[in-house]
């Protein structure tokens, strides 16, 4: 059983963090399209393909940070569990936040998972192996092609 072709939606505004995860990915064989934006408007923005994303493909994955500038990653959330055409793409949350409140908070709005993001490249790398060996091999994805 090898990675699902599906592509991944990161939703990263930190620089340092999206090349972190981008490197992270490559590290472990993840060869699946990654797009990358950066905060929750710009994500609606992609996922209902407007403006500059108007040929965007509809992501298998998506992978939040919940602290983005603007819309958060939980109004990011709330928003899309709330419409019928986007409530059963998987989040991912990678958080630097261990606190409760968030984790409930995006649990209660409809994340798939919640992880936090460890501080050392190789742990980060390890969960990010583990990450693909479940999301991308193990799991199966609703995957839906309409936009």
Same mark, same amino acid.
């Given at each position: ?12 505004? +930190?620089?340092?963090?999206?090349? *972190?995860? @981008?490197? !992270? @990915?490559?590290?472990? +064989?993840? @060869? ?6 950066? %905060?929750?408007?710009? !994500? ?11 040929? !965007? ?5 998506? @992978? /939040? ?6 819309? %958060? ?17 998987? #989040? ?18 409809? !994340? +798939? ?5 460890? #501080? ?9 192996? %583990?990450?693909? /060996? ?6 199966? *994805? ?6």
């Amino acid at each position: 059983m090898g990675p699902k072709s599906v592509d991944i939606l990161l939703i990263e505004d +930190n620089p340092d963090h999206v090349e *972190l995860i @981008l490197k !992270a @990915l490559r590290d472990n +064989n993840v @060869l699946n399209e990654v797009h990358v934006v950066s %905060d929750g408007e710009e !994500a609606l923005e992609f996922l209902y393909q407007r403006g500059k994303y108007m040929e !965007a493909p509809r992501p298998g994955l998506i @992978l /939040l940070d919940i602290r983005l500038p603007g819309m %958060d990653g939980i109004e990011f959330l709330r928003q899309i569990k709330a419409d019928p055409k986007l409530k059963l793409l998987p #989040v991912v949350v990678l958080s630097t936040s261990e606190e409760k409140k968030d984790i409930m908070g995006c649990y209660g709005c409809g !994340a +798939n998972s919640y992880i936090v993001k460890p #501080v050392g490249f190789e742990e980060f790398s390890k969960v990010i192996k %583990d990450l693909k /060996l479940y999301w991308l091999v193990v799991n199966s *994805l609703p995957i839906t092609k309409e936009p």
